[in-house]
């Protein structure tokens, strides 16, 4: 099971303060990063905060399996054009839904999309490094 030491990651950095990365409006006023490692995923004022309830599974690297296990996360960024994101990769369609991995070191799910709706990716506030 090479993927049980990342999948416990996710569960330790929810700790954000919305307020201290969105305006008043709702739009994101920092840098939002890979956690794992320098790479810009979008630039301020680029994305919308809005409330969704949606599952993903644990942290995995792309060339691993699809953990079972995950959380349910309620924060999202919602980015409407994929030209907007600085770097972002995506992981293959399964069920209509890709996710969204960072571009360089391939960790994710650090969002998602559904194929369904090409105006809408959706970045989980808990897993990425805002500033
Ligand atoms: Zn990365």
New binding site residues.
């Given amino acids: 099971m090479a993927q049980a030491d990342v999948s416990t990651i996710s569960t330790t950095c929810s700790s954000v303060k919305l307020a201290e990365i969105c305006d008043d409006e709702g739009t994101n006023i920092t840098r939002i990063?890979?956690?794992?490692?320098?790479?810009l995923v979008l630039s301020p004022k680029q994305a919308k905060l809005v409330k969704k309830e949606f599952f993903l599974p644990n942290m995995f690297q792309k060339n691993d399996h699809t953990p079972l296990e995950g959380v349910t996360l309620n924060d999202f960024w919602l980015v409407t054009n994929m030209m907007t994101f600085d770097n972002v990769g995506f992981s293959k369609a399964v069920d209509k839904i890709m996710y969204l991995?960072?571009?360089?070191?391939?960790?994710g799910p650090i969002g998602w999309h559904s194929v369904d709706n090409k105006k809408a990716y959706y970045i989980a506030v808990d897993r990425v490094k805002h500033g």
Avoid: G, H, L
């Avoid at 991995?101 to 960790?107: G, H, L, P, V, Y």
């Fill in positions: 990063c890979c956690q794992r490692c320098p790479s991995i960072c571009a360089d070191c391939e960790m």
